[in-house]
């Protein structure tokens, strides 16, 4: 998805969604990417990944045991020239394995927010493939 997708607010914005075709039960593989930009330099950028709106493939509150962490990371340009009125871009790349108990379709959405409400947060380019891995 080539399209710019932004928000301003610090609660999570739905920036892409996919729907998958229906898929057998399984083990699959799902892979993300996406570059993001903020326009501040003292504020956090934060995604999730999520299926089905329930389960969090790239996020977690609690501060990390091992598992998932909530990619939250501070730009460090503001005020340049370019798309969400930063000059800096970020590139993040990922996957995880997820199981699908019952075939059918899933949604799996990746989902930005600024630490900030007021602070521009976007993504671009992003991407979501799947492959069953079981």
């Not at 993001?36 to 950028?45: K, M, P, R």
């Amino acid at each position: 998805d080539t399209t710019f997708r932004s928000t301003t607010g610090n609660s999570f914005f739905e920036a892409q969604k996919f729907t998958t075709a229906s898929k057998p039960a399984g083990t699959y593989r799902i892979e993300f990417n996406y570059i993001w930009s903020l326009n501040n330099a003292s504020s956090d950028f934060k995604c999730q990944v999520t299926v089905d709106d329930s389960t969090q493939l790239y996020a977690q509150t609690d501060g990390g045991d091992g598992s998932y962490d909530l990619h939250q990371q501070e730009a460090k340009d503001r005020d340049g020239n370019g798309d969400g009125g930063t000059n800096q871009r970020y590139i993040v790349s990922y996957w995880a394995d997820v199981t699908f108990g019952a075939a059918g379709t899933h949604e799996i959405d990746i989902d930005i927010a600024s630490s900030q409400n007021g602070i521009l947060a976007s993504i671009h380019r992003s991407t979501i493939a799947i492959y069953r891995v079981s």
